[in-house]
């Protein structure tokens, strides 16, 4: 590639209001392709589709560990925070159960 080779959405500025899967994806394809996206979220609100995706996550962490017994957890995101109810069979059941909705945080919190 030339260094006059752009990327074919370069220059473009995406300004993303969505809330929901499809607009948050299409927005990331945009970024991809070279625009500079400015994502806006609602205060109190934020993102639905991420918090939804962040909570599958960490159930899915939790079904699959064979160290925890008893899948007695309600999982909760708002605003990137997980909120983890539940009564864990013993201390490190618990340091598991957290060290999982925290694998997950920290990984969002690197993109």
């Given at each position: 590639?030339?260094?006059a080779a752009?990327?074919?959405l370069e220059g473009l500025r995406v300004l993303d209001l969505s809330i929901a899967l499809t607009g948050p994806y299409a927005a990331a394809l945009m970024?991809?392709?070279g625009a500079t996206v400015v994502k806006v979220e609602r205060p109190g609100i934020g993102d639905i589709a991420?918090?939804?995706w962040i909570s599958a996550q960490v159930r899915t962490r939790?079904?699959?560990d064979g160290d925890i017994k008893d899948i007695n957890y309600t999982i909760d995101t708002q605003n990137?925070?997980?909120y983890v109810l539940g009564i864990a069979q013993s201390q490190r059941e618990l340091d598991?159960?957290?060290a999982h909705a925290r694998s997950v945080a920290i990984?969002?919190?690197r993109r």
């Open positions: 590639m030339s260094s752009r990327w074919p970024a991809d392709q991420r918090d939804r939790i079904l699959t990137k925070v997980v598991r159960v957290l990984r969002l919190n």
